[in-house]
C-alpha cells in the first residue's frame, strides 16, 4: 500500500517537472532569436560526445583556466562546450543561454560541469579531459 503512494508521488512529481521542462524550453525559445533556435537544433542532433566536444572543438582555441574566456581566443573546457552550443565569447546575454544548454548537454551525459573545471583548472589539457571522460564512460 505505501509502495503504491509513493509510485503515485513519483508519478505526480514526474509530470510537474515534464511540465515545468516545457515551459522552461518554451520561454528559451521565446527569448531566443530564430537564427539561435536554429543552430541549437542543429547541433543537437550532432551526436558528438562531450569528450569529443572537448578534444575537436577545443582546437580552436588556446587553453586557459579559472574563467571561461579571456576575450582573445582562450577558452577553459566549459567555455570551450559554451562555445560549441553558439556562443561568441564575447556576449554576456548570449553567454546565458549557452551556459544552459551545454549544462543541459553534461547532465544527459551524466558529467559533473565541477568535474571538467577542477580537471581544467588543475592543469588537464583538453585531451587528457577528452580521454579522463573516455575512460569513466567505458568502465
Given at each position: 500500500m505505501a509502495q503504491?503512494?509513493?509510485?503515485?508521488?513519483e508519478?505526480s512529481?514526474?509530470?510537474?517537472l515534464g511540465?515545468h521542462?516545457k515551459q522552461?524550453?518554451k520561454?528559451?525559445e521565446?527569448?531566443?532569436d530564430k537564427?539561435?533556435?536554429?543552430t541549437i537544433?542543429r547541433q543537437?542532433?550532432?551526436?558528438?560526445?562531450?569528450s569529443q566536444?572537448?578534444?575537436?572543438?577545443?582546437k580552436q582555441f588556446?587553453q586557459?583556466?579559472?574563467?571561461?574566456?579571456?576575450?582573445?581566443?582562450?577558452r577553459c573546457?566549459?567555455?570551450v562546450?559554451?562555445?560549441?552550443?553558439g556562443?561568441?565569447?564575447k556576449?554576456?546575454?548570449n553567454?546565458e543561454?549557452?551556459?544552459?544548454a551545454?549544462?543541459?548537454a553534461?547532465?544527459?551525459a551524466?558529467?559533473?560541469?565541477?568535474l571538467?573545471?577542477?580537471l581544467n583548472?588543475?592543469g588537464?589539457?583538453?585531451d587528457?579531459?577528452?580521454?579522463?571522460l573516455?575512460?569513466?564512460?567505458?568502465?
Amino acid at each position: 500500500m505505501a509502495q503504491q503512494q509513493l509510485l503515485k508521488q513519483e508519478s505526480s512529481v514526474s509530470e510537474v517537472l515534464g511540465s515545468h521542462k516545457k515551459q522552461l524550453t518554451k520561454n528559451i525559445e521565446q527569448q531566443t532569436d530564430k537564427n539561435h533556435i536554429h543552430t541549437i537544433n542543429r547541433q543537437s542532433y550532432v551526436e558528438s560526445s562531450i569528450s569529443q566536444i572537448i578534444r575537436t572543438y577545443g582546437k580552436q582555441f588556446t587553453q586557459i583556466r579559472k574563467q571561461y574566456t579571456d576575450g582573445h581566443g582562450g577558452r577553459c573546457v566549459m567555455g570551450v562546450i559554451m562555445s560549441y552550443y553558439g556562443w561568441d565569447g564575447k556576449c554576456i546575454t548570449n553567454s546565458e543561454r549557452r551556459l544552459y544548454a551545454a549544462l543541459v548537454a553534461l547532465r544527459q551525459a551524466g558529467i559533473s560541469k565541477e568535474l571538467l573545471i577542477e580537471l581544467n583548472d588543475s592543469g588537464a589539457s583538453f585531451d587528457e579531459i577528452a580521454d579522463y571522460l573516455d575512460n569513466i564512460k567505458n568502465r
